[in-house]
């Protein structure tokens, strides 16, 4: 089985930083776009930041210039990267990705969801 395992939430003060990690394990094939989303109370999932297979990236408007997302192929590893944060930040993030186990075809996967609280 494939799993997306999180780390790297918390509380963080205005203006502070974090680093996401979403590791995916099992028996892999490969691996295409990987992403996070986030929810915040009361709201839809809205998507992040996502990367191609290839490296290249897109971003929500409320997120670009203060968040970067990278990907370590070799660890099936995703990274978010998070700056200048500021109390509207605050959310459930969700690693996603599409996956295709050994032996079977590609599905999309999510995390189980790391906390994200930034406040004074």
């Known amino acids: 089985q494939v799993h997306l395992v999180e780390s790297g939430g918390g509380l963080v003060q205005p203006g502070g930083s974090l680093r996401l990690s979403c590791a995916a394990s099992?028996?892999?094939?490969?691996?295409?776009?990987m992403g996070w989303y986030r929810q915040a109370p009361g709201k839809p999932r809205d998507l992040v930041a996502r990367?191609?297979?290839?490296?290249?990236?897109n971003y929500a408007d409320s997120v670009k210039g203060r968040f970067t997302i990278s990907r370590d192929n070799a660890k099936n590893t995703v990274y978010l990267q998070m700056n200048s944060l500021k109390p509207e930040d605050t959310a459930v993030y969700y690693c996603?990705?599409?996956?295709?186990?050994?032996?079977?075809?590609?599905?999309?996967?999510w995390g189980q969801g790391t906390q994200v609280t930034v406040s004074s």
């Open positions: 996603n990705s599409w996956i295709r186990p050994t032996g079977t075809y590609a599905s999309e996967y």
């Open positions: 099992g028996s892999i094939s490969s691996i295409s776009a």
């Open positions: 990367i191609g297979s290839g490296g290249s990236t």
